[in-house]
């Protein structure tokens, strides 16, 4: 069985998000699949089949951490789009149905990759008791991203701020479902970007995710209604790092990254 690491969110190789992916003829028992993110051990592991003919989707998709399986996943949904195209398997856009309802991913001339996603439902709450000390920064505001992923937004005071925490990820772990999103202005925009995050996911076994496409669509309508813009890039600012350019089209959210495959080899288990 073939088996891809792909890293996404970069036109590099040893940057971006890697994932892994597995082209299947059907999902095998749910032990199975955990036990190859386990093996796999990046942030995801994408696992997809495709579907009958005619249907409202072409291929199922479904996204497993090396502790949990997940309702969203931005980079591993990228990475297997950018398989199933490098590879043959499907052309032109792609419909998988996953736990967050149809996803398309349509492919571009410029071989990036464009997702179409569910926006992340903000609703502004109070800074928890205790979470700018575990964070390690002062928030500025605070919100809640809604059921498909879980998380807390925390915007923090500059681009430095966030670039320097060294939060205390056992502590963080207590304020929200999945994880938290930091994020902050760009100090200097002719550098690319808009914005920068970081994201820290420590109930779901990732301390730090080096990019992370579905937090982005809770940083879109955040810095679109703050900057004025509905099209904006940001730069999660993680030790690979990696670029996500955002359009808000009112509940759906537009993702657009490249990918490349970096490890193309056999699962014998």
């Known amino acids: 069985m073939r088996i891809r690491i792909v890293d996404a969110f970069t036109d590099r190789p040893f940057a971006g998000n890697p994932a892994g992916v597995l082209l299947l003829d059907s999902f095998p028992d749910d032990a199975w699949l955990q036990n190859v993110a386990v093996e796999v051990n990046h942030a995801e592991t994408a696992f997809t089949h495709p579907l009958p003919a005619g249907g409202e989707a072409d291929w199922a998709l479904r996204w497993f951490t090396p502790t949990t399986e997940v309702a969203l996943c931005g980079h591993a949904t990228l990475a297997a789009a950018h398989v199933l195209h490098t590879t043959g398997a499907h052309r032109g856009p792609v419909r998988f149905t996953t736990r967050s309802g149809v996803l398309v991913a349509t492919p571009s001339d410029d071989g990036s990759i464009t997702l179409d996603f569910p926006t992340a439902p903000l609703t502004p709450v109070a800074a928890p008791n205790g979470v700018a000390e575990a964070l390690g920064a002062e928030p500025?505001?605070?919100?809640?991203?809604?059921?498909?992923?879980?998380?807390?937004?925390?915007?923090?005071?500059?681009?430095?701020?966030?670039?320097?925490?060294?939060?205390?990820?056992?502590?963080?772990?207590?304020?929200?479902?999945?994880?938290?999103?930091?994020?902050?202005?760009?100090?200097?925009?002719?550098?690319?970007?808009?914005?920068?995050?970081?994201?820290?996911?420590?109930?779901?076994?990732?301390?730090?995710?080096?990019?992370?496409?579905?937090?982005?669509?809770?940083?879109?309508?955040?810095?679109?209604?703050?900057?004025?813009?509905?099209?904006?890039t940001g730069l999660q600012a993680s030790p690979r790092s990696g670029l996500v350019r955002t359009e808000l089209r009112g509940e759906r959210t537009l993702l657009t990254g490249h990918a490349v495959t970096v490890v193309d080899g056999e699962l014998l288990a």
């Open 140 to 232: 500025l505001a605070t919100f809640d991203t809604g059921p498909n992923t879980g998380d807390l937004l925390i915007e923090v005071a500059d681009e430095r701020t966030v670039l320097g925490l060294t939060p205390d990820h056992n502590a963080l772990a207590r304020y929200s479902k999945r994880g938290i999103i930091t994020t902050a202005r760009a100090e200097d925009p002719s550098r690319g970007y808009d914005f920068v995050s970081r994201c820290f996911f420590p109930n779901v076994g990732i301390d730090e995710d080096p990019v992370t496409g579905s937090a982005h669509t809770a940083l879109a309508p955040f810095w679109s209604e703050r900057l004025g813009r509905t099209t904006l």
